[in-house]
């Protein structure tokens, strides 16, 4: 489990008066206060062994004494940080830099390609077939023209303000036969998988969608309905047809609790007249466990079975849950009386226990859910998943899979549970904030997810398109 609320907090480090400033000096910040405050650390050390942790300090510390810049000294630190896992932790850079040298530098080695644009425009005009060929927007910043080179295409800019990025020509993608690189704002190339179509008019690049602007094609209205929920920020619930419903929800950040619940008791009775349910949880990475508590009577059958976590006692971990015990209001979230009795209760543990050890929040470490009633309907519940599901989301998956109604539907989520509820801390430089992990599940190592993620009972292959998705659970829910 997850603590009762989603604990983000600032712990500031003081200035050091004459800090040489360097990437070095950042690494061993980053090193030691992650040694001695992350609830995964020792962890890891103990799986992996302590040889091959030296090794990986040795040839980080190489790289990181050549490091020029903010950007490339940050992703070296990311890339030390992965050696534990592959989630719940981040490096923020606070002070940006200019870096023209290195804009310059990496257009010179991406290139211009030479293209009439009138006249591709005019070529666009005549296609009859919607494919990857097209003028596109991205994001309302750029307008690119994507044309196919042999058995490969190329995207480039026609029009742009982003500086960097205003010389009609400059190469902005690459699309391979299996691979496609998307240029980033600092030039920085961020490679995917095979682009996908959703429907005639939009194109998935990695992280990107691409609008096309030229020759816009009647759509399929799947692909509308994927678009209309890929963009929603807030939860909606649509009637897909007599017997289903379609449950969207975004995110479980906690500012998402209050339209969570009304949304579900304003269809409460609706709801529970309809014999299937589809929640579609794409790309929800995670908030708070109380966004989702109203879901769970719609989905139980049975005591559902929790397991308790472990915080590290560590002075910057102690000292957060002391500052929540009376806060009013902290990092922007309101802070009730039931939040800080518990954060008291954890400061009293923690302050009676002894630096490095590991205190369980909770009197049992198992905790069951005892609901009175099982309702008749929803009788079928798909909850649709995908890679990007983490952390209280696969909390949520945790939970529901336990219920006799539930089946996953889609790919393996991302895996950021075990080592969990993160806090920052700036550095002594203010150049940069670290996130670390201050709690372990009671679950590892038997039931590891972190780096592993929960896998989908129905899986989802890539000859099913993601705007195809709630069509074909909608198909195994009603059969």
Not at 286 to 301: A, K, V, W
Request: net charge negative; aromatic share 12%.
């Amino acid at each position: 489990m997850r603590f009762l609320f989603f604990v983000v907090a600032v712990a500031l480090a003081n200035p050091i008066n004459g800090q040489n400033c360097t990437c070095e000096s950042n690494f061993e910040w980053v090193k030691k206060t992650f040694e001695e405050n992350d609830a995964g650390f020792q962890y890891i050390i103990d799986r992996k062994g302590q040889a091959a942790y030296s090794l990986h300090n040795q040839l980080i510390l190489e790289r990181v004494r050549e490091a020029k810049t903010l950007t490339e000294c940050a992703e070296l630190l990311r890339e030390w940080l992965r050696f534990f896992r592959s989630g719940h932790f981040e490096i923020q850079i606070l002070t940006y830099e200019q870096n023209v040298s290195q804009t310059t530098s990496e257009i010179e080695k991406y290139g211009v390609w030479e293209v009439d644009i009138p006249q591709f425009a005019a070529y666009i005009e005549t296609k009859q077939e919607a494919d990857y060929e097209g003028i596109w927007d991205i994001g309302g910043v750029y307008k690119v023209g994507i044309k196919k080179e042999g058995a490969n295409y190329i995207g480039f800019i026609i029009e742009s303000n982003v500086e960097g990025w205003t010389e009609p020509g400059q190469i902005k993608l690459k699309i391979e036969l299996d691979k496609s690189t998307f240029f980033m704002r600092d030039h920085s190339p961020a490679v995917s998988g095979t682009p996908e179509l959703i429907g005639k008019n939009h194109l998935q690049i990695g992280n990107q969608m691409l609008i096309r602007l030229n020759s816009i094609f009647s759509d399929d209205p799947l692909a509308e309905n994927y678009l209309k929920s890929r963009s929603s920020r807030v939860p909606f619930l649509d009637e897909l047809n007599a017997t289903t419903f379609y449950l969207r929800i975004p995110s479980f950040d906690l500012g998402s609790k209050s339209a969570i619940d009304q949304l579900l008791a304003d269809n409460r009775d609706k709801i529970l007249k309809t014999k299937n349910l589809i929640i579609d949880l794409r790309n929800n990475g995670g908030g708070s466990d109380q966004s989702y508590s109203e879901l769970i009577p719609f989905l139980y059958t049975n005591p559902i079975r929790e397991i308790s976590v472990a915080i590290l006692s560590s002075p910057l971990n102690n000292q957060l849950f002391l500052e929540l015990s009376t806060a009013i209001h902290f990092f922007g979230q309101e802070i009730n009386d039931d939040m800080r009795q518990f954060a008291k209760g954890i400061s009293d543990k923690l302050r009676s226990s002894r630096l490095g050890e590991f205190v369980e929040i909770s009197d049992e470490p198992i905790s069951i859910i005892h609901r009175d009633t099982v309702y008749e309907f929803p009788r079928n519940v798909g909850i649709i998943i995908n890679e990007r599901n983490a952390s209280t989301t696969e909390q949520f998956l945790l939970a529901a899979k336990q219920s006799r109604k539930v089946k996953l539907f889609g790919t393996t989520t991302f895996g950021a549970l075990d080592i969990s509820n993160m806090n920052l801390v700036e550095s002594p430089c203010n150049e940069f904030m670290l996130w670390y992990c201050m709690s372990r599940s009671l679950r590892i190592p038997d039931f590891a997810i972190d780096d592993i993620g929960l896998q989908p009972d129905f899986y989802l292959d890539r000859t099913i398109s993601q705007w195809r998705w709630v069509e074909f659970v909608n198909d195994i829910l009603n059969q």
